[in-house]
């Protein structure tokens, strides 16, 4: 951060949990940070609170039947907070003038148009929507380096990697990264076991508070499959050289292996205002209201090698990274499709990646050289997942 001079910040997923994690860092430092623009999907009273609190510039609801409301809201509550409604309105205030930095927290496909334009614009791109580079990973970071803006990535693991490389980013000496997993509420079990687990069970994680439908990716260990897709573009490694290990303790966030025999690792507690306080701070640090790590009373790590038997939803993020193309997007469309469904009680867990299987086998990966293809392929994925519900009951 240049100075003292005021980092204007555009939340977008305000009401989320990385949200909320993002508004507070942003509140402990009022002489050097503020949020400009809160972007929300729906929920307008949680917007309209979380503007009495931080009293931005401007207030955006994804849904445009939400507009009244939040024009109401807002001048009910005294405040000069301009509202405005609609994706394009998001994606127009990610790369407008009225903010330096963007956090691109809106969840899923939703996200992707925003992330894109804020690249182009050349922001400080805090990225926690890993569906922008699962989708269009190629795409994303071309329109970053042509839009001169810097990604830092806001998930715990590849935020770690981010700090273990040297600060120009180059992955010159790298051998391979490690990305670590805490395993998810489900670790240890077999396939027999997880047949009739419920979705309360599968978003209880052991370690992290996160949204519904990444609590259940990571109890699928898609999410750490999605991890994987991610890394490949932030980093420019080749999938074998990206691995995963299973670490319950969730405090090692991940591992960069040099070619000398040196591995670095970051460590802290699993606290996303960590992630976020480095991505609003770089190249300084700054607090975050995390404690620091004592691991004298936490004892010991333990790691482990996934089981792709079990949780077969990392195998398929590889096959999909391998087959390339549209592939990644097929994969994320019809993952969305099912998570959905089995949050909603119409399939079983196991039944996740049977539908991304059978979706991955039904649509041939394509070139995926225009934000027109990939927008199709996901369409199609869709379709064919939703299509495919029917067969899989719960």
Known sequence: MAGLLMQRVAILGATGSIGA??????????????????????????????????????????????????????????????????AAAIDALASGPGCDTVVAAIVGAAGLDSTLAAARAGKRLLLANKESLVLAGELMMAAAREGGAQIIPIDSEHNAIFQ??????????????????????????????????????????????????????????MNKGLEVIEACHLFGLPPERVDVLVHPQSLVHSL????DGSTLAQLGLPDMRTALAVGLGWPERVQSGVAGLDLLAHGRLDFEA?????????????????????????????????????LQGRVGFLSIPVLVEETLEA?????????DALREADNEARRVASAALSRHPA
């Open 164 to 221: 273990c490389l040297p600060r120009d980013g180059a992955g010159a000496g790298v051998r391979r990264i490690v990305l670590t997993a805490s395993g998810g509420p489900f670790r240890g079990r077999d396939r027999a076991t997880l047949a009739n687990v419920t979705p309360a069970q599968a978003v209880a994680h052991p370690k992290w508070s996160m949204g519904p439908k990444i609590s259940v990716d990571s109890a699928t260990l």
């Open 256 to 259: 960069v292996e040099f070619i």
């Open 306 to 342: 996934p089981d792709t038997a079990a949780f077969p939803c990392l195998r398929l993020a590889y096959a999909a990274l391998a087959a390339g193309g549209t592939a990644p997007a097929v994969l994320n469309a019809a993952n969305e499709v099912a998570v959905s469904a089995f």
């Open 21 to 86: 994690s993002a508004l507070d860092v942003v509140a402990r430092h009022p002489d050097t940070m503020r949020a400009s623009v809160l972007a929300a999907g729906s929920n307008v009273a949680a917007l309209v609170a979380l503007c009495r609190r931080h009293r931005p510039d401007d207030a955006v609801i994804a849904d445009e039947s939400g507009f009244a409301a939040l024009r109401d809201g807002l001048a009910d509550a005294g405040l000069a907070t301009r509202a405005h409604a609609g």
């Open 363 to 371: 649509l041939p990966a394509r070139a995926a050289d225009t934000l």
